[in-house]
């Protein structure tokens, strides 16, 4: 659908402009004013206009065109599927001059990133770091200090659970500005492809994300306080603690049929879905060929499961059968 530039501040100006500017080419006219005089200002404040119309025009880039500025440009690229991707995301990718790739960012993405364009690849998953947090940190300052546009590319939502604040403060402290472009979490990617609400009006009115690592490794979250909570509850990169997570709600007085879904590689052509209870889930073999990365619904939405028919859109995938709850 084309959008009409009818209604749009930008025309209202220029066609209050246009009726000044002849108002006064009349008056000049009436008093014996030179016709051609009027007429040439006329046209130079046209082409004023037009030239501002034209810089309005540019500045929908995401990235600065300044070659000697250098920026940075944190892009979510969404929970797993491709075409979940935003256009805003799509256009910083085409912009940039250098991308840096997490491990969890759909590698069809590289697709929609030009030849031209540098990539980095600096993916960290469990036990599997290729370079640390602090050499992506200076990778960021070093390359805008180069006047790259980069674009810092991680998986699903820059903000949640991806280290954002740590890589903004060295750019803000480097005095390199940056920006922020959200992207579709795996809790709500997953949710969606699966069938799961993650609210209901009769049993969630509110949702928690939490991740199942913590900074230290032997810093738990507090089970008690989480346990006790009537919302949903979300796991982020929980696949080998999900024994562990039925263990401690239960231990902290959360009720065993409480129902569980695991979901493997959501909202891709390979996503898997497992429901269970809490005192029913056995990790070791009801989520043998999982692989990862895994997302934790906890919470009586998941009784509300419902088939999600996503051949719909793309016409290739299956629908994905809210099967029969298992109780304990």
């Known amino acids: 659908m084309q959008l009409s530039l009818f209604k749009t501040p930008l025309f209202w100006f220029r066609h209050q402009q246009k009726r000044r500017w002849a108002a006064k080419s009349v008056k000049n006219v009436a008093a014996g004013a030179n016709t051609s005089d009027a007429l040439a200002n006329n046209v130079s ?109 991680k998986g699903g939502d820059p903000s949640i659970f991806a280290r954002l604040a740590e890589e903004t403060d060295v750019l803000s402290q480097a005095n390199v500005p940056f920006q922020v472009i959200p992207g579709i979490t795996a809790a709500t990617g997953c949710a969606a492809y699966s069938g799961i609400p993650l609210t209901h ?32 509850l979300v796991f982020y990169m929980g ?27 959501g909202t891709s052509h390979t996503q898997k879905v497992v429901c269970k209870s809490l005192a029913s889930m056995d990790a070791a073999s009801d989520l043998a060929d999982f692989q990862g990365p895994a997302l934790i619904i906890v919470g009586k939405v998941v009784e509300k499961r419902v088939d999600v028919n996503l051949s719909l859109v793309d016409g290739e995938a299956p629908t994905i059968s ?3 709850f298992e109780a304990a």
């Not at 080998?240 to 590689?265: K, W």
């Open 322 to 324: 809210a099967s029969a």
């Open 45 to 153: 404040k046209l082409t004023w206009l037009t030239r501002k119309l034209n810089q309005h025009k540019n500045s929908s880039s995401v990235l600065s065109t300044d070659k000697n500025s250098g920026q940075v440009v944190f892009v979510g690229a969404g929970a797993g599927d491709p075409e979940l991707l935003t256009l805003k995301a799509v256009k910083a990718l085409q912009q940039a001059d250098i991308v840096l790739v997490d491990w969890l960012v759909n590698p069809e993405i590289n697709a929609l990133i030009p030849d031209h364009i540098e990539r980095v690849f600096v993916g960290k998953k469990c036990g599997q770091h290729s370079v640390t947090q602090a050499e992506i940190c200076q990778l960021l300052v070093d390359y805008a200090a180069q006047g790259k546009r980069v674009v810092r590319l």
């Open 201 to 232: 009006r009769d049993c969630a009115q509110s949702v928690k994300f939490i991740t199942a690592h913590g900074k230290q490794e032997e810093h738990e979250c507090d089970w008690h306080l989480i346990a006790a909570e009537q919302s949903t």
């Open 239 to 265: 696949l080998n603690r999900v024994q562990l997570i039925c263990q401690r709600l239960i231990s902290h007085g959360m009720a065993a049929t409480m129902p569980i879904a695991v979901i493997d590689q």
